[in-house]
């Protein structure tokens, strides 16, 4: 019989820009986790599960490691994602209208059980596992501020999926009822349409347009270009005391609250981990929603409010949270859908 510790779960984040791919002890020690990392090649609809393929080989290569000796493959993408058949669909940055990665990874490692969540739903799960305390680690929200809003619940132990493996979607939770502010996803007034990267780019185009508030600032760290603005020039204008750029990230801010607030009464979470692309601004947001939520929670939610945190690994925390679904699968816990 073999030991416990001589077992491998392999864990593969797919995103928009970067894949990244790890192996590790099924007891999931930190010290232990072997990572790669490459770009997202999206020259025909298999490049990303080939380099898939490719990083995990050459991870259980240099490791010593026999394909036997893998319990399981999980793997977290960018979706909508089909957890079943394992294909993301309509994915706006990886640049086919369908991408299948089971068939084409299962051939390759043949025999190995593959697990397919979402980012976000794997992400609670990493929190879950490698970050969060005892106290809070069952009750727990992820969200990620990034491109679009994104979450994941951990709610009395159990990780909400739904009947697709979607649920959880927050950032298309209503916000401003009364909004003209569209959001990626066709309706108005969404959390994702102020708050996210795209949103704040496209609160601070519509406000340009309407010209009613000063924003020299921005312009001019623009060079007098807008097409050059991403949701970081607002952030910087506003820094420096531009009046557009301040109304746009108090909104995003704002909203950010208001979401908070909706999740919480949803979920009844101790603690929010935050993380994505947007948190490299984090003073400008965080200390805010902290400051709220300690003092007039009631403004935003009927619920004790939650503590709210960020997660100390940044861009891997998807790729920890594709480790923690096999852990997760592997100790058959039960999945509510
Ligand atoms: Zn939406």
Known sequence: MIEIDEKYIAGVDIGGTWIRVAVCPVNLKEESIRIKITKTLKENKYSISNSVCKLISELIDENYIKKTQILGIGVASAGPLNTETGVVFNNANLGFREIPLKEPIEEKFHGIPLYFINDCNGAVLGVHYFEADGGERDNLVYITISTGVGGGVICNGHLLLGKEGNAAEVGHAL??????????????????????GTGVRNRALDALQEGKLNADILM?????DKSKLTAKEVFQAAREGDELSKKIVNDCIFYTKVGIGIVNNYYDCTSIYFGGAMMKDKEQIIPHVIEQFERDPIKFTMNHPPKIKLTKYRDEIGLRGALAFVKYKLENHQVIS
């Open 175 to 196: 916000v401003e009822p009364r909004s003209r502010a569209q959001c990626n996803c066709g309706a108005y007034g969404c959390w994702e349409a102020y708050s996210s």
């Open 220 to 224: 001019s760290i623009l060079e007098e």
